[in-house]
Structure formats: structure tokens, C-alpha cells
């Protein structure tokens, strides 16, 4: 058994512990169960595939983490519900590349950091600047809100339903929104989205005659309103 073949490792400072596994390191494993049990706090690169069972663990062992997902996986039912109940949130920055075991980079794009660590950047406020106007913002066709196509943009003055942009993640301070919901598809249909003009439920918007549906979009509100 190589339990005891703990190496202590100095490197710039820092002292690591690798600890060597007997069994094949799969996360779902008794021997790596046990060791995510001693932990303080979990920082990986999960198996994307793995994404729903790897977070629905770490939230089973109440645990601290630090990790990667996909963007793909923001829109999972259960890790939406996560960053809906803040839960979880967008950490610091993209993972763009990794250094491979031969030296040579790989270049990845959608992947980012997730997390439950507090951050100063979800306690701040965006400043909203534009008022709204129903010629600036459509009313979506099958649902009781307006489009908003860029965070920046999201009017100060609107009380209702607004679909925003996924980049509204890396700005959502849950003091300021609330997140409602994503209106596309089955959560589309929780929603209450009704059938587009394609007999789906996701949010279509009609404007001088033409019916389109956003590319992707969070049903937000604002918080604190009298
Ligand atoms: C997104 S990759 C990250 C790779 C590695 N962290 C790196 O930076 O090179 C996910 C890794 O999880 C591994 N993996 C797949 N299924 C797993 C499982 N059930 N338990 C643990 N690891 C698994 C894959 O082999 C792969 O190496």
C-alpha cells in the first residue's frame, strides 16, 4: 500500500503533499471519497462528462471548491439551481490554456472558474445607466419580459422580467438581482415561456415583421424594489 508514500515537495516556497493512490482515482471511488471527506477545499479540472455528479459530491461532503466547468454547464438544471440559490458562482477570470505534460500548450475557449469561495467582485454594483424605453428593449413574444442584449445595458428603471446575456454571471451581485430563471426549453416551460412561432419554448422576439430567438439568455429581476 502507498499510503504512507506521502512526498513532501518544496516548490517556490509552498510545501505540497502528493499522496499516492491504490486504486484507478476515479472521484466516485471509497479510497477518494475518503480523502475529499479530509479536505478543506477542492480545486480540479472534473471531468465534463462527470460535471452534474461531480458538483451534486461536493455539495453531498459540504465542501469548499474552486473549479472548472464548461460554460455548457451554467445552463444545467442542477448547477443553474446552484448559482439561483447562490450556491455557487462564477469565480476570477477564463481558463485559456493549459501546460501539457510535454511542455506544449493546449488552447481551450467556454471553459471557466466555478466556485463557493466569497468573492469582492459579487458584492459589487453595477452601475446601471439607461432608462428604459420599449422601443430600446422588445417584449418577448411568449413570455412577460423585455430583451436585454448586453449587461452594461440592463436599464435601472424596469421592474419586471428582463433576459440577459450569460456574461451577466461574471457581474451578478445577488444583493442587486434576483435570477429568475433560463428561458429556453424545459426551464423555459417552468417559466411559464409558451410555444414560439417553432413550437418550442424558448423566447422569440418579433420585430418590423421578423420572429428570432436570442442566442442564449438568464431571466433576471432587480432586487429591492418598493
Ligand atoms: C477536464 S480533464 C482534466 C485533466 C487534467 N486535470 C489536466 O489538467 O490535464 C478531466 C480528467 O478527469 C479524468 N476522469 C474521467 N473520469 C473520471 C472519474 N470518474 N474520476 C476521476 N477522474 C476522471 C479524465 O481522465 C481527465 O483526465
Given amino acids: ?11 517556490g516556497g509552498n510545501s505540497k503533499i502528493l499522496t499516492y ?26 471531468p465534463f462528462s462527470l460535471f452534474r455528479e461531480y458538483i451534486a459530491q461536493l455539495m453531498e461532503y459540504d465542501k469548499k471548491f474552486v473549479i472548472i466547468a464548461p460554460d455548457t454547464a451554467l445552463h444545467y438544471k442542477e448547477v443553474f439551481k446552484l ?3 447562490n450556491k455557487l ?17 493546449k488552447k481551450f ?9 466569497d468573492t ?24 412577460n419580459g423585455i430583451d436585454v442584449k448586453k449587461t452594461a445595458e440592463i436599464p435601472y428603471d424596469y421592474d419586471g422580467c428582463m433576459g440577459v446575456p450569460d456574461a451577466f454571471l461574471d457581474k451578478f451581485n445577488p444583493d442587486q438581482f434576483e435570477i429568475v430563471g433560463i428561458p429556453f426549453g424545459d426551464l423555459g416551460k417552468t417559466l411559464g415561456v409558451t410555444r414560439n412561432y417553432r413550437g418550442r419554448t424558448d423566447v422569440s422576439i418579433t420585430k418590423n415583421g421578423k420572429t428570432n430567438c ?13
Wanted: with cysteine.
Fill in 1 to 11: 500500500m502507498l499510503e504512507q508514500e506521502k512526498a513532501t515537495l518544496k516548490s
Fill in 21 to 46: 493512490l491504490d486504486g484507478d482515482g476515479d472521484f466516485r471511488s471509497d479510497e477518494c471519497v475518503e480523502l475529499l471527506k479530509q479536505s478543506d477545499v477542492v480545486t480540479t479540472n472534473p
Fill in 83 to 85: 448559482i439561483k440559490d
Fill in 89 to 105: 458562482w462564477l469565480g476570477y477570470g477564463r481558463a485559456k490554456q493549459f501546460m501539457q505534460p510535454d511542455n506544449t500548450m
Fill in 109 to 117: 475557449g467556454n471553459i471557466g472558474w466555478v466556485t463557493n469561495l
Fill in 120 to 143: 469582492t467582485k459579487r458584492h459589487e454594483f453595477l452601475t446601471l445607466y439607461k432608462k428604459y424605453s420599449p422601443e430600446e428593449y422588445p417584449r418577448y413574444d411568449n413570455f
Fill in 214 to 226: 436570442p442566442y442564449s439568455r438568464i431571466v433576471i429581476k432587480r432586487k429591492g424594489l418598493k
